[in-house]
């Protein structure tokens, strides 16, 4: 390694810094833009693992969590409630769905910024394959809101919730954002099983990309990168 790739991060000694293509045998983003952090990895990979011993399949998937663009910059940009708000409505919205089989919610987050005034989240949610393997439609319904019953239109609906508007306000559209595969450059989901290397190689990419260093907001107050208990 040479003296300008450091081993820990300038603004946090505590956290450890990794520039190559693959962390522990998988395939991890190799950045332009900085190393990603070892502590994030290693998390990450604890809560795959976790999830593949708790359900038989997992259905994976990762989502960008946007505030309007035209909003000014609030209280509730200055720490994560706004997050947790959404975590618990999404909860909510799983639970009275009355899907044929139950499901925890497990997921990992990391808060961004660069050049806007607020940041943003990026998510990687993990749910059990038996209830939910799919994200349905983006698009509103006819009205323009989010009323349908697909894990896409109630994500959204959390997310309003979470920011205080109501879930029928027309005014707000896809500010999630789902991630593409990067080959298919289709929306990216995945089934996790503990024996399957290429299926879990292929999500400790995605979730990767939560663990650059870079734009993380380290000088903010709270964390910038966590995720469901195990």
């Known amino acids: 390694m040479s003296q300008h790739q450091p081993l820990c991060h300038p603004l946090n000694d505590k956290l450890r810094l990794h520039y190559e293509d693959t962390y522990r045998g998988f395939d991890v983003h190799h950045r332009t833009d900085g190393p990603l952090v070892v502590n994030y990895l290693e998390r990450s990979l604890q809560t795959l693992d976790a999830v593949t011993r708790i359900n038989s399949t997992t259905f994976a998937f990762r989502v960008d969590l946007r505030f309007p663009g035209e909003m000014s910059r609030l209280p509730m ?20 769905s009355q899907a044929k089989y139950t499901t925890q919610l497990h997921y990992l987050w990391a808060r961004e910024q660069v050049n806007s005034d ?53 005014r707000f559209h896809q500010l999630i954002h789902v991630s593409e595969d990067p080959v298919t450059k289709e929306p990216w989901s995945c089934a996790l099983h503990r024996d399957d290397w290429i299926a879990m190689n292929e999500a400790v990419f995605m979730v990767s990309y939560l663990c650059k260093a870079y734009s993380k907001p380290f000088a903010q107050v709270g964390h910038v990168f966590d995720g469901s208990r195990l």
């Open 77 to 96: 940009h200055e720490t994560n409630d706004v997050l947790a708000r959404f975590f618990s409505f999404f909860r909510y919205e799983l639970k009275r």
């Open 118 to 170: 607020k940041p943003h989240y990026h998510l990687m949610i993990l749910l059990n394959k038996n209830a939910y393997d799919s994200l349905g439609s983006f698009a509103p319904d006819g009205s323009g809101i989010y009323s349908r019953n697909n894990l896409y239109h109630r994500m959204m609906r959390s997310w309003l919730k979470a920011m205080g508007f109501a879930q029928d306000d027309p």
